[in-house]
Structure formats: structure tokens, C-alpha cells
Nanobody, 121 residues
Framework: QVQLVESGGGLVQAGDSLRLSCALS????????MAWFRQGPGKEREFVSS??????KIHYSDSVKGRFTTSRELNTQFLQMNSLKPEDTAVYYC????????????????WGQGTQVTVSS
């Protein structure tokens, strides 16, 4: 059974940085595409970034492009968040699916429990 565990959330001020981590366990193969989604207060879950199983393809939403960087080491992915803004406040979820990356939440089979990121102005 695949499990995803996020860590690294917290309360920061606007302009600060945070680094989220997500560790996938339960499978020894590294053929999972991984992604980050977030859900702010009163908002729908939205795509943040995705990374292919080998790290060769990375995509970002327009709202985070240039500020956030995603990376991975085998089955652990990271999200380096710089120049954080209050509108980045959300619960951040890690997701995984076999092989192909996607920006659609419905394409992902496995989800973490989420980690709260709060950015104060």
C-alpha cells in the first residue's frame, strides 16, 4: 500500500521561504509521477506543480512559477517556496500516480494528509 507523508509546513511572513517534503513509502520502484496541490480557505483544490517519475519533466501553475521550485530524490519530492505571499496560504497536498505526470487532481491515485502553510502579511 502506497503512503505519502508531507512535512515542512508552518506559519511564516510574506516574503519568507519554506520547504515542503513528501516521502512515498510502500513501493520500492521509482516509477511514480508526483505533484503538489493546495486548497486555500473556501477554495477548490488547485494544481501547484508536478514532476515526472525521472524528474525530467516539471510543470508549474502560473501563480507559483518563478517563486516555487519542485524537485525529487527517488520517491521523495520537495517544494521550495520562496517569496511567499498571503494568497499562498493553504493546505498543501502531495499526490502520486504511476508514470505520467498530470495537472489534474482526478488523475492521481495516492494522496498525503496535507500540511498547512500560512503566510501572514
Amino acid at each position: 500500500q502506497v503512503q505519502l507523508v508531507e512535512s515542512g509546513g508552518g506559519l511564516v511572513q510574506a516574503g519568507d521561504s519554506l520547504r515542503l517534503s513528501c516521502a512515498l513509502s510502500g513501493r520500492t520502484s521509482n516509477t511514480f509521477a508526483m505533484a503538489w496541490f493546495r486548497q486555500g480557505p473556501g477554495k477548490e483544490r488547485e494544481f501547484v506543480s508536478s514532476i515526472s517519475w525521472n524528474g525530467g519533466k516539471i510543470h508549474y501553475s502560473d501563480s507559483v512559477k518563478g517563486r516555487f521550485t519542485t524537485s525529487r530524490e527517488l520517491n521523495t519530492q520537495f517544494l521550495q517556496m520562496n517569496s511567499l505571499k498571503p494568497e499562498d496560504t493553504a493546505v498543501y497536498y502531495c499526490a502520486a500516480r504511476y508514470f505520467r505526470d498530470s495537472s489534474l487532481a482526478s488523475d492521481y491515485d495516492f494522496w498525503g494528509q496535507g500540511t498547512q502553510v500560512t503566510v501572514s502579511s
